[in-house]
């Protein structure tokens, strides 16, 4: 397929040049900004459906409302590419989620039009919220002070309908149709999550309330309908039905809690969404909720034809489509995951999964198709995911929840209260544990080890390849005892031969990998950095220093004897784990100092950790050099940490 052209993008550097642009011309500026778009991701990867759904959106709010005055917040983030292109960014927009380069999410620091983070979903109401009360809040301080008013500024949240599916957007609705404050809610509805969404209603009708006129809510559903693509019309007609019978209730759900409801809008339609987004600018309603309906990955055809319309891609020939997948060297953690996971089930009726839609992500899409019936996708909503797996574990069934480890953040007081403190056998399945890479800070596996192993009750495993997943994933089967989580990172594996079957491990027990005659150091890991410890031995090795390796395997309960017999053996004890500070260092430092074994002063114990910021998306690789968690790392704390010798410059030993 042939891109637009994107020369009217030049000069187009802010969106104070765009709203100088007659409306005529707006049309043009979206066509190449979505080729602009699809010939960036195709060289970045990245997310490319839900981009191509608002680039219309997109333009639009830029040309109505005056930026960055006038705050738009994108809700998750993944959708900013065309915002990004139109703010200032298009220079750079090639540099998308690489190193040194522009973030794949929404970021403060990289943009005055970006006013708020995102990547975690369903945050924009309560951030866009909090900036209109904010205003509301300096506007009666300038008329207290009888000074003049300020120029009138708007807040924009733009949500999807799969983020509209969690808790925190109906607590923010909540919040806001009771303060009635001037606040404007774009609910981008493509009738897509990662996956089709699950549980909410995906049709809405709205009374038409822009521009003050009301028209009957069929004329308006015929009349939006027949200016919408057929499918949508189809929609829009059979949501009336659903509508009516709300209307005749008292209304849709949204005017419920406080909402002037407007809508549903063709997105892709600037001559219907440049005037109804005036109208709701200049509304003194508020708040207000904006339905526009759109389409993820329109505009090209290999993303609209695709399932997952092209939400997260690698990077691809523009012509065809076809991406340039990463030749997988080794089954995926994911994937082994899945597979262990049914092979569970297969054997037991009581073992269910959980998602909370991330199916594919998960590998639960795989364990779906092998048991539909103990697959349960609750829609974006971590906190409902993790008490519904309580609950079915409290009748007895064997509820394994898989999530990302950033994303279980969203659930921590559930997993507290709801599942650790009553010792129920919820499973917790942390994938893209450690750092992710390209989707950076947001997304990194960073605290799971910290905020689990603080836990009474709670039993912590972190699996070193992907055969010790398997195990792990019948460990945690036939753990009934209370709850349980196991970590393994994104990506590939490192090629070990996988168990036909996998074996329950003897809980809180690790394993000594290699433990030479006469070794001085002990380099204990936890979960996939054993590979880079076992280079680092190699190279002490070659340099005169014998040196044991040993896999924790479990960060919770620590394997007591082994850990303290290393300690009590070794001259120096190196913890490497992909977790921050917090986490499995810490336990073992917990437990030496409980043992006394810290008193005599004998062993040096180095805790290698993520360090304690927020590391900028580049390739994990990397990130985890950058972080010292790789083998030059580990060698670079051992030499620090071992015994000064005659001649050396303080703390450094001179090997061979
Ligand atoms: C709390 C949280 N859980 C899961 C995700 C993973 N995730 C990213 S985008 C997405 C789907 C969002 O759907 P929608 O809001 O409809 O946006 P669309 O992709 O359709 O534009 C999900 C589940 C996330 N970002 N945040
Ligand atoms: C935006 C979002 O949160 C998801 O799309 C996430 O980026 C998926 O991550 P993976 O690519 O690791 O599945
Ligand atoms: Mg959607």
Redesign the pocket.
């Known amino acids: 397929m042939a891109l637009a052209d994107t020369t009217i993008l030049e000069g187009l550097e802010t969106p104070d040049r765009l709203r100088l642009l007659p409306e005529s011309e707006l049309q043009k500026v979206a066509d190449a900004v979505r080729a602009e778009m699809i010939d960036a991701v195709s060289v970045t990867g990245g997310?490319l459906g839900s981009g191509l759904g608002v680039v219309e959106l997109t333009v639009a709010l830029h040309h109505v409302f005056d930026t960055p005055d006038d705050r738009i917040v994108w809700d998750?983030g993944?959708q900013c590419y065309p915002h990004k292109i139109l703010t200032g960014r298009r220079d750079r927009i090639r540099t998308l989620r690489q190193g040194g380069g522009l973030s794949g999410f929404t970021k403060r620091s990289e943009s005055a039009y970006d006013p708020f983070g995102a990547?975690h979903s369903s945050t924009s109401i309560s951030a866009a919220l909090g900036m209109a009360v904010a205003r509301d809040l300096d506007d009666a301080e300038t008329k207290a002070r009888g000074e003049a008013p300020k120029k009138r500024r708007n807040m924009v949240a733009v949500i999807g309908d799969g983020s509209m599916s969690a808790g925190m957007a109906y607590e923010a609705m909540n919040n806001a149709g009771a303060l009635h404050s001037r606040l404007i809610v774009i609910l981008n509805d493509n009738d897509m999550s990662?996956a089709p969404p699950v549980g909410a209603m995906s049709a809405y009708l709205a009374r038409l309330a822009s521009g003050g006129t009301y028209r009957s809510l069929r004329e308006t559903a015929k009349q939006l309908g027949k200016l919408l693509p057929k499918a949508l019309y189809q929609r829009a007609a059979a949501a009336e039905e659903y509508a009516r019978s709300l209307i005749v209730g008292g209304g849709t759900m949204f005017e419920e809690m406080g909402f002037h409801y407007v809508g549903p809008v063709d997105g892709h339609n600037l001559d219907h969404l440049l005037p109804v987004l005036k109208n709701v600018r200049d509304s003194d309603q508020g708040p207000i909720l904006l339905h526009v309906v759109t389409q993820k990955g329109k505009g090209y055809a290999p993303a609209e034809a695709s399932a997952d319309r092209y939400?997260?891609v690698v990077k691809f020939d523009v012509v065809s489509g076809i991406q340039a997948k990463a030749k997988a060297n080794a089954p995926a953690y994911t994937r082994v995951f899945g597979e262990s996971l049914i092979k569970a089930a297969d054997a037991d009726p009581k073992v269910v999964a959980i998602t909370a839609a991330m199916p594919g992500?998960t590998g639960i899409d795989l364990f779906g198709k092998a048991h539909p019936d103990k697959t349960f996708d609750v829609g974006i909503a971590e906190q409902h995911a993790v008490t519904f797996a309580g609950g079915l574990a409290t009748e007895g069934y064997k509820p394994f929840v898989a999530i990302y480890s950033t994303f279980l953040q969203r659930a921590y007081d559930q997993v507290v209260h709801d599942v650790a403190l009553q010792n129920l056998p919820v499973r917790f399945c942390l994938d893209?544990a450690g750092l992710?890479g390209a989707?950076g800070a947001t997304?990194a596996g960073a605290f799971d080890l910290a905020y689990l192993c603080c836990l009474p009750n709670m039993t912590v495993m972190a699996a070193a390849d992907e055969a010790e997943l398997v195990h792990m994933v019948a460990t945690a089967h036939a753990h009934d005892s209370g709850p349980i989580a196991l970590r393994y990172p994104?990506g590939e594996g490192v090629g070990v031969e996988l168990p036909e079957k996998g074996e329950p491990l003897a809980i809180g027990r690790g394993r000594v990998v290699r433990r030479p005659e006469g070794a001085r150091v002990a380099l204990l890991s936890l979960g996939t950095r054993l590979s880079e410890a076992l280079k680092a031995a190699d190279a002490l090795e070659a340099e005169g220093v014998a040196t044991s390796v040993a896999d924790a395997r479990f960060a919770k309960p620590l394997d007591a004897e082994l850990i303290v017999d290393l300690a009590m053996s070794h001259e120096v004890l190196v913890t490497v784990e992909e977790g921050s500070v917090g986490g499995f260092g810490a336990m073992v430092l917990h437990l030496l100092s409980e043992r006394g074994v810290l008193d005599a002063g004998r062993v040096r114990v180095r805790t290698l950790t993520l360090p304690d910021l927020y590391q900028d998306h580049d390739k994990p690789e990397k990130m985890y050099a950058e972080a010292g968690l790789d083998a030059e790392g580990i060698l670079k704390a051992v030499r620090a940490a071992l015994p000064e010798k005659k001649g050396n410059r303080a703390g450094r030993l001179r090997l061979a």
């Open positions: 997310h998750v993944h990547a990662i939400h997260g992500g893209r992710v989707d997304h994104r």
